[in-house]
């Protein structure tokens, strides 16, 4: 489970469409609507944000955080990779099978 943030729904669904046709992504879910707080260059900040859900497979997360900081207009993107720890299992074989 990978989780990011754009700066437009714009920007997300391009990412989401890239990751997918890539095969580097079985789903992506985007979030609109979020805002964070942050410092950035010792100043506090807020700005709003699209949060992206990212269900893909560790053995792509190198080259999906490449693609993701190429598409990306943020300095510095958010790119977090979370294990997951158990799941339906049916979901987990259709992951997999989507990305081969």
Known sequence: MVFSSAGSQIEANHI?????NK??????S??????????WKGKKESSYEVSIIIKSVKDK????KKEIIELHSFEVPEIL???????NEDYL????EVMA
């Open 81 to 87: 990779m979370l294990p997951v720890v158990d799941g």
């Open 16 to 20: 989401a469409e890239t990751l997918i």
């Open 93 to 96: 074989s259709w992951l997999k």
């Open 61 to 64: 997360f190198e080259e999906l």
């Open 30 to 39: 985007i979030l609109p609507g979020v805002t964070s707080h942050y410092c």
């Open 23 to 28: 095969k580097l992504a079985a789903c992506v």
